[in-house]
């Protein structure tokens, strides 16, 4: 069964460093999401992005935020300069066009820590 | 704003014991409706969904939700759990351009 997959499982990193977390969708899947969960918090939407551009961002996904998709498979969101805050699990999802409402699929998720 | 509430933040079962968690949404347009399960180590698993049609939906592993419309609600039931369906249980709703919108989310244990 096709799935969605991200790396890396776990990232350190520095404040203020730049990080990328990397997802790769289900194959023919058009439609691509990031969310992420800081402990003990809902998950919260960060952005969603379709036909090569952002269609909807939420008020988390500031000017430190971007996502691309810079070949066929992959998905990534780049935090330019990390802080403390930005600690959280992160989860990519894709989801494929349909008649009805499009079922998300879920990556395993990066466990991104801001030391 | 739209929003998702689960009422339990942990729900502690015996096998065999009937479970109902809770989900409570806002949110004035057609609603589409979702549980999730995360089991421990695991990624965000889709249990079941609601889009139209019959209230009462059945899920994977034996898990059933049933739409009630005029109380906003979106209950999971199990009628005898077991202690692999030990998780983290999210109810989310589709909002504008596709996004989720997920509740707190319950962790359940169940005890063998």
């Known amino acids: 069964e096709p799935e969605v997959t991200q790396t890396p499982s776990h990232q350190v990193t520095q404040m203020g460093q730049e990080v990328i977390l990397r997802c790769v969708p289900i194959s023919n899947h058009l439609y691509f999401y990031w969310y992420r969960q800081i402990l003990g918090q809902k998950v919260e939407f960060l952005v969603s992005?379709?036909?090569?551009?952002?269609?909807?961002k939420s008020e988390i996904f500031d000017d430190q935020f971007s996502v691309e998709r810079p070949d066929g498979s992959n998905f990534t969101l780049k935090i330019r300069s990390t802080k403390l805050e930005d600690s959280a699990m992160y989860f990519c999802?894709?989801?494929?066009?349909?008649?009805?409402?499009?079922?998300?699929?879920f990556g395993p998720g990066t466990r991104l820590t801001v030391t | 704003a739209q929003s998702v509430s689960q009422h339990n933040h942990h729900v502690i079962l015996s096998e065999a014991a009937s479970l109902e968690l809770g989900c409570n949404y806002s949110?004035?347009?057609?609603?589409?409706l979702f549980w999730y399960v995360q089991y421990p180590g695991q990624h965000l698993q889709l249990l079941l969904k609601y889009f139209s049609g019959d209230p009462l939906v059945k899920g994977i592993k034996g898990f059933e939700a049933e739409f009630i419309k005029s109380k906003f609600s979106f209950n999971l039931r199990k009628p005898s759990v077991q202690w692999s369906d030990t998780a983290e249980y999210f109810c989310a709703v589709r909002g504008q351009g596709g996004k989720l919108i997920f509740g707190q989310g319950t962790e359940l244990s169940v005890k063998p």
């Open positions: 999802a894709s989801s494929a066009p349909g008649t009805g409402p499009y079922e998300q699929y």
């Open positions: 992005f379709y036909n090569n551009e952002i269609s909807e």
């Open positions: 949110y004035g347009g057609t609603v589409n």
